[in-house]
């Protein structure tokens, strides 16, 4: 099976990379803005891919590619998510390819609130940022142009990504704890549950999809860990498993209150400890409830840096 990868570079796409490695009889095609001189799989620019410089056909598309930012710089998140979707899309049908999955995001359903709400794949949107709203914009175009083209899409809607390599707010949190620096939580009474993802989840229903292909039918799908948890309750947990000397000062909810009524700081404090919540009732349905827990996820984490600690 011919399967092409935008974003192999990435943070996912890497990870994403080296379990599809391990599965038999697929030939990996990396699509990059330029050649890698170190890379042992197949590449082609993108220039070369929307020129058709390969015979190949391809028999599935994975499209990760993405500028990963709030906020519109110079036409980056239009080029970078809406017009490259739309291009790679509109090209699919001289590889003969009719099937493809785009990676969206959590936040085509608004930012982290104060409120306990739930998302379904149901739910109006409502992107806040610009990235989001690229994102929404594209997935809009997989809908309209796989009709069009008679191209079979699956949309997976990310939550909170963490694994090993990971860049995100996470990874700060997870690194300043790795160095004992304290951290602060707020009460569990206030409830603000986030839906985190643990990378092998991602490897888990892209291993999935390819072993089953007609699982790639149409869809859109909530993809995050078996049970949300607030980030204070994944900072303790890290904490623990690590065996962190990192202290953490637990805030109660008057003081939560308190800083929500200050201005520099309460975008702030909502964006990072804020609730955001993913109905992933799909996805536990398609996969029989085999989905890795973020407190499981954790653990893998740690012991995934300690092997290559000492490797």
């Not at 391990?22 to 050649?35: A, D, F, T, V």
């Amino acid at each position: 099976m011919n399967i092409a990868i935008t974003g192999g570079s990435g943070f996912i796409g890497q990870n994403l990379l080296n379990s599809l490695e391990k599965m038999n009889g697929l030939n990996l095609i990396l699509i990059q803005r330029r050649l890698s001189t170190k890379s042992v799989h197949n590449e082609l620019t993108f220039e070369d891919f929307f020129n058709v410089r390969t015979p190949k056909n391809i028999d599935l598309f994975i499209h990760l590619a993405s500028p990963n930012f709030d906020k519109e710089r110079k036409n980056e998140l239009k080029n970078g998510i809406v017009e490259l979707t739309k291009k790679i899309l509109n090209v699919l049908p001289k590889y003969n390819c009719n099937r493809f999955i785009f990676f969206s995001s959590i936040k085509v359903y608004g930012e982290s609130s104060i409120e306990n709400i739930i998302f379904s794949e149901q739910n109006e949107t409502n992107p806040i940022s610009d990235y989001a709203k690229a994102k929404l914009k594209a997935e809009n175009l997989v809908k309209e142009i796989s009709k069009k083209n008679s191209i079979n899409f699956l949309i997976y809607r990310l939550s909170f990504v963490f694994g090993k390599k990971m860049k995100s707010h996470i990874g700060l949190i997870t690194k300043l704890m790795d160095n004992s620096i304290p951290l602060i939580a707020f009460n569990e009474k206030l409830n603000l549950k986030k839906s985190f993802l643990y990378i092998d989840n991602i490897k888990q229903i892209i291993a999935f999809n390819i072993l089953n292909i007609d699982s790639i039918n149409n869809e859109i799908i909530n993809l995050s860990d078996k049970e949300p948890l607030s980030l204070s309750e994944f900072i303790h947990l890290y904490k623990k498993n690590i065996k962190s000397k990192s202290l953490v000062f637990n805030l109660n909810e008057i003081l939560f209150k308190i800083f929500l009524k200050i201005p520099i700081i309460n975008n702030l404090i909502v964006k990072i400890y804020g609730s955001f919540q993913m109905d992933n009732k799909k996805i536990k349905r398609i996969l029989n409830g085999d989905i890795i827990s973020t407190n499981e996820g954790i653990k893998r984490l740690i012991k995934e840096r300690n092997n290559d600690k000492y490797s």
